[in-house]
């Protein structure tokens, strides 16, 4: 039967195609059949009321900073979501506390997901009330200047533009804040 697919095409493309759709359907439709906490709310949710967390839509300011967000590129680098691995969980903790691992929840009103495709940055799914707005001003000037050795380049053009710095800066304050999982809450002011 292996020497067919050696000299036959047709029968290696079918064999192929057939374990492409056995993976497919491995990774995608048996893991929420299996698992049935996808489907359920994250702790701070209330079925019979809805969230009684921080989870809502963006107002108008955010959509306006979330629109920034996209325009610059800033999910090309930068993801928006805190994977299951256990070094992800403490890289974005707060105060020794491990961050929360994404949940398809959190993103009920993203449209698009802005997940993000790699990570040459840091993830920011947690990053909504860990700096001040003094030091992403600072972190647009010149990131380098705060995180030695970044590669980000610099965006003067949202820090000296007041009304898309606030707006950018308003999104990114939401990240992570739907889960009320920081002790001593955000940034010292």
């Avoid at 095409?9 to 996808?38: C, E, K, N, R």
């Avoid at 930068?78 to 691992?101: E, M, N, S």
């Amino acid at each position: 039967m292996l020497q067919k697919a050696d000299y036959n095409a047709a029968f290696f493309v079918a064999a192929a195609l057939g374990l492409f759709f056995i993976g497919g359907l491995l990774t995608t439709v048996v893991p929420p059949l299996i698992d049935s906490s996808w489907s359920k709310p994250f702790e701070n949710s209330d079925p019979a009321n809805g969230p009684v967390g921080k989870l809502r839509q963006l107002n108008e300011q955010e959509l306006q900073g979330r629109a920034i967000y996209v325009r610059e590129g800033c999910w090309y680098c930068h993801t928006q979501q805190v994977r299951t691995i256990l070094a992800d969980t403490k890289r974005y903790g707060w105060r020794g506390v491990d961050a929360p691992i994404s949940t398809p929840d959190e993103f009920v009103y993203d449209s698009p997901h802005m997940f993000g495709t790699k990570r040459t940055g840091p993830d920011l799914a947690r990053v909504g009330g860990k700096y001040n707005d003094q030091w992403h001003r600072a972190h647009f000037r010149n990131p380098a200047d705060l995180v030695p050795g970044s590669i980000m380049p610099p965006f003067p053009w949202i820090a000296n533009n007041e009304a898309e710095f606030k707006a950018m800066v308003a999104y990114l304050q939401t990240l992570g804040r739907a889960k009320d999982w920081r002790p001593d809450n955000d940034y010292e002011k």
